[in-house]
Structure formats: structure tokens, C-alpha cells
Nanobody, 129 residues
Framework: QVQLVESGGGFVQAGGSLRLSCTAS????????MAWFRQAPGKERDFVAL???????????AYAPSVKGRFTISRDGAGNTLFLEMDSLKPNDTAVYYC???????????????????WGQGTQVTVSS
């Protein structure tokens, strides 16, 4: 049974930084894609960043335009913990952040919610002005 557990959310002032973590368990191999999405109150869940498996300890990364240059997605050496380093945070970054995972599909760039079958419980990030 695949499980994703997020941590690292919290409250921060505008311009500050937070680091989110997501640990995956239950996969029988390391060939899976992972991503971060976020959902603000009353809005749809939106893509933030992805880390797609393309080879042994090698990942393709991509970002939403709103976070590119401020957020950095990465994985640990084993590939089963996903990080999101968030710098220069803005009040409109406030949302519940979700980790997602799916078996790797070479060539696919998964930015849609429907592309992922496995989800974490979410972690709240609040940025004050």
C-alpha cells in the first residue's frame, strides 16, 4: 500500500522560507514520479512542481510559472523523499500543499491532478503580509 506523508508546513512572514518534505512508502521500486500541488481556500488544486524519474537517481524537474525561481524541488539519494524548498514566499502562496506520486511514464510531464493516483494528506502553509 502506497503512502505519502508530508511535513514542514507552517506560518511565515512574506519574504521568508519554508521547506516541505514528503516521504513515500509502499512502492516496490524507485521508478515513480512525484510532484507538489497546492490548494487555496475556494480554489482548485494547482500544480506547483514535479520531479519525474528518467533514470537511476536522475529526475526531470519542472515548475509552475508562479513559483519558478523561488521554489526548488528535489529528492533524497534513495529517491523516496521529496522536498520543496520555498523561498521569497508571498501571501498568495498560502495554501494546503499536497504531495502526489505515480508510477513513472517515460516522456510524460504530469502537471494535472488526474495524472496522479497517490496523494498525501496535505500540509498547511500560511504566509502573512
Amino acid at each position: 500500500q502506497v503512502q505519502l506523508v508530508e511535513s514542514g508546513g507552517g506560518f511565515v512572514q512574506a519574504g521568508g522560507s519554508l521547506r516541505l518534505s514528503c516521504t513515500a512508502s509502499g512502492f516496490t521500486h524507485s521508478m515513480y514520479d512525484m510532484a507538489w500541488f497546492r490548494q487555496a481556500p475556494g480554489k482548485e488544486r494547482d500544480f506547483v512542481a514535479l520531479s519525474s524519474w528518467i533514470g537511476e537517481k536522475t529526475y526531470y524537474t519542472a515548475y509552475a510559472p508562479s513559483v519558478k525561481g523561488r521554489f526548488t524541488i528535489s529528492r533524497d539519494g534513495a529517491g523516496n523523499t521529496l522536498f520543496l524548498e520555498m523561498d521569497s514566499l508571498k501571501p498568495n502562496d498560502t495554501a494546503v500543499y499536497y504531495c502526489a506520486a505515480e508510477l513513472a511514464a517515460p516522456g510524460a510531464t504530469r502537471r494535472r491532478v488526474s495524472a496522479y493516483d497517490f496523494w498525501g494528506q496535505g500540509t498547511q502553509v500560511t504566509v502573512s503580509s
